[in-house]
Each structure stands twice: as C-alpha cells, then as structure tokens.
C-alpha cells in the first residue's frame, strides 16, 4: 500500500524559513508529478508547486520567488523549501504524487495527511 508522510512544518515569524518534505514509501515502481497543494482557513485547497519526473518544476504566482520545490527520486521524496513567508502563507500543505505501483499499469494519485505551517510573530 502506497503512503505519503509530510514533515517539517510547525510555527514560523514572518519573513522566516522553513522546508518540507514528504517521503512515499510501499511497492512502487516508478513517480511521475510530485507536488504540494495547501488549504489556507476557511480556503480552499490550492496548487502551490509541482515537479515532474524530468525535474521540471511550476510554482504558484504566489509563491515564486520564494518557494522552491525540488525531488530525490532515490529516497521517493519530495522537498519545498520556503522562504521569505508571509502570514498569507499559513495553511495545511498537502503532498501529492502520480504513482505507479508495482501491481499496476497506470498511475495513481496519492495524497499525504497535511502538514499545518503557521506564520505568525
């Protein structure tokens, strides 16, 4: 069974730093997009930044400039490196990635549980 586990969020001042990351982990033969959404209060959930296999990569107007996502296909994990954060930017990321399990022949999307960043002085 595939999973997704988020790490590194937690309370942040403003202008502050702080890196996520989030690890896939179960029979899985190869990961396509990996990215992260977030989910502000009372918001909705929202794409923030995405990653393809081929290491190209999108970020939300939003965040660009301040926000990298990077991947390391040898550990199946994702990774968004955020800087310069805003109070706007307080919210549940989400991981997500497109999986292909061993037991498959097409991809699945998977999501992590969330991980709440806080920025706040």
């Known amino acids: 069974q595939v999973q997704l586990v988020e790490s590194g969020g937690g309370l942040v001042q403003p202008g502050g730093s702080l890196s996520l990351s989030c690890k896939a982990s179960?029979?899985?033969?190869?990961?396509?997009?990996m990215g992260w959404y977030r989910q502000g209060p009372e918001q909705q959930r929202v794409a923030v930044a995405h990653?393809?296999?081929?290491?190209?990569?999108g970020l939300a107007p939003s965040v660009k400039g301040r926000f990298t996502i990077s991947r390391d296909d040898a550990k199946k994990t994702v990774y968004l490196q955020m800087a310069s954060l805003k109070p706007e930017d307080t919210a549940v990321y989400y991981c997500y990635a497109s999986i292909v399990e061993t037991s498959r022949t097409h991809a699945v999307d998977y999501w992590g549980k969330g991980v709440l960043v806080t920025v706040s002085s």
């Open positions: 990653i393809s296999s081929s290491d190209a990569s």
């Open positions: 179960g029979s899985i033969h190869h990961i396509y997009d």
